[in-house]
């Protein structure tokens, strides 16, 4: 089976930041597979631009290497990643400073004065005031001129105020796409279809029927060479305040009108400003903190998280657990428990939603134990959406009862290659297509609840809980769902 490929118009994309880690990693691959796909027009551009000098030749060599290392050899088919690379070119320019590369940028810019033209933000938050200033200044702004933020926006409710005034400054909100990944992901994207485009979920979605929903990303990397940025990051902020938030939202809000990005926005912000907040007085009741230290993970001794900083006396954590209440009619007494760590035993991203156990039961103790239905949605690896029921056990041994699961693995359901998100989310900004992007209130709502967290564990000065890498995280948070009669969803689909 092939997707559907709609061709979008011709553009530019000027990518800031092109020599880092999220550019040969992601960007460059998602545009590779778009290109592939024959989604993107012939006369369209790719423009790498940062601060160190290069040529053209040399950064088309740059982006080859990075498609060796991260797109799989059959799908890299000489003559493609020749095209691919004819697209490509690059200009230096060192946004800290007013300098010549502004003036390269522009005339190499107006050679497609009449096409979309976008600026991906794929630097350091501290740059993203500059860079627009920069466009601004030099006159890199046309009618149909879009610019993509990557987070993080800010470090906290002040900070991240601060770079969307800066960004305000230069360009209008119709303008700015704020990216989060994880909305671009396949499953995220089914959640919406399976609450909305199905009759059957809407009815039981909310306290009446649902007992609890658990949103899960465990991560089996380390911090890797993010390590010093993520020392000052840490998982509350790293994860939380907007990956988990914007998955939360999308579970919690209510139908919107329509499917477009005003209306989504809407009800994501409705969601985040009816959470409750956590203060000093319920922090130990609702979050856990946890740090790893050295363990076993995929077969092998891995360092501490302190070991790979190359410091001791960091307090930052690389888990967290929190239970989120959201203050509504229609979620009225139904707790949220979100987990995310680094080191934890597996890779797995998942939102299970659990419902209410039957009122009463027919059967007697013969039939074995009655589990509550669940819906997991799996957003990686291998992306699944399953639905579990009781059934009978087949047989003439009388009725008993076995939890069976009712299930969708994307790779068989659909023999496609399931895009990357930034494929997806890059082709949505050329369309202008803000539906999955963050507005500025969003993302302001969210640090509002996240600030008084990261302030009272400031205050308390609570230290995170030590786990052992390669285990599901500091026993804190296995007691923050015991406590309330409930586990984590720990069974591999
Ligand atoms: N890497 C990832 O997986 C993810 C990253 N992000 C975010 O994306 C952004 C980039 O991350 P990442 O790629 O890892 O960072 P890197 O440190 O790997 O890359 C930074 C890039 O910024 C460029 N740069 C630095 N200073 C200037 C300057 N004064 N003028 C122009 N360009 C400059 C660098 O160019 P040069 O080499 O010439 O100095 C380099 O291309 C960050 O905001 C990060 O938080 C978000 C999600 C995931
Ligand atoms: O934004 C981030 O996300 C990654 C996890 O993304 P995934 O798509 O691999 O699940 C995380 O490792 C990183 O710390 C964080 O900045």
């Known amino acids: 089976m092939t997707s559907r490929i709609i061709a979008v118009d011709p553009f530019d994309l000027v990518v800031f930041g092109a020599t880092g880690d999220l550019a040969y990693r992601k960007l460059l691959p998602a545009l590779y597979q778009r290109h592939r796909d024959g989604q993107i027009p012939p006369v369209a551009r790719i423009i790498g631009a940062s601060r160190r000098p290069m040529s053209d030749e040399a950064y088309r060599d740059a982006t080859e290497k990075a498609l060796a290392s991260h797109v799989p ?32 940028l522009k005339a190499t810019l107006d050679e ?58 230069v360009f209008d909100e119709r303008q700015i796409y704020r990216i989060d990944h994880y909305l671009g992901k396949e499953t995220v994207q089914n959640l919406m279809a399976l609450r909305f485009g199905n009759a059957l979920f809407e009815p039981l979605w909310n306290a009446a029927h649902i007992d609890h929903v658990q949103i899960t990303v465990a991560e089996s990397l380390g911090v890797e060479s993010r390590a010093g940025y ?65 363990g076993a993970s995929q077969g092998g001794a891995v360092p501490g998280y302190l070991e790979e900083l190359g410091r001791t006396d960091s307090t930052t954590e690389t888990f967290v657990a929190i239970k989120a209440e959201i203050e509504n009619w229609r979620w009225a007494g139904v707790p949220f428990y979100i987990r995310t760590g680094k080191r934890l035993a597996t890779r797995v991203s998942e939102i299970v939603v659990s419902f209410k156990p039957i009122p009463h039961s027919i059967f007697d103790s013969s039939a074995g134990h009655l589990t509550q239905n669940q ?89 995170p809980k030590a786990y052992t890498a390669g285990t599901w995280g500091p026993s804190a948070a296995i007691a923050l769902i015991e406590r309330d009669g409930r586990t984590w969803h720990e069974e591999v689909l």
């Open 112 to 169: 497609g004065a009449d096409r979309i033209r976008a600026f991906y933000l794929a630097v350091g938050p501290d740059l993203f005031g500059a860079i627009c200033e920069g466009i601004g200044a030099h006159g890199l702004i046309t009618e149909k001129t879009r610019v993509i933020i990557e987070k993080p926006i800010g470090k906290d409710l002040a900070s991240a105020r601060a770079v969307n005034d800066a960004i305000g400054r």
């Open 230 to 294: 993520y020392d000052t990051a840490g998982a509350l902020r790293d994860m939380v305040q907007n990956h988990i938030l914007q998955l939360l939202c999308l579970v919690a809000m209510e139908p919107p009108s329509h499917f477009d990005a005003d209306a989504m926005r809407d009800e994501k912000l409705k969601v985040l400003r009816a959470l409750l907040p956590i203060t000093d007085d319920n922090l130990d009741q609702f979050t856990v903190r946890g740090q790893y230290r050295a």
């Open 73 to 104: 050899a059959a799908e890299r088919e000489p003559e493609t990643v020749k095209s691919f690379l004819e697209r490509i070119s690059y200009v230096a320019v060192d946004a800290s400073a007013d300098g010549a590369g502004w003036a390269d």
């Open 375 to 463: 819906l997991v949605m799996r957003l990686q690896p291998d992306e699944a959406v399953r639905l579990s029921l009781m059934i009978k056990d087949p047989g003439p041994g009388g009725m008993r009862l076995r939890n069976v699961p009712l299930d969708m693995s994307f790779a068989q359901a659909f023999k496609v290659r399931s895009p990357d998100a930034y494929e997806r989310l890059i082709m949505d900004v050329i369309r202008g297509n803000a539906t999955l992007f963050m507005r500025r209130d969003e993302v302001e709502a969210a640090w509002t609840w996240i600030d008084p967290i990261l302030g009272a564990w400031e205050r308390t000065a609570v230290p």
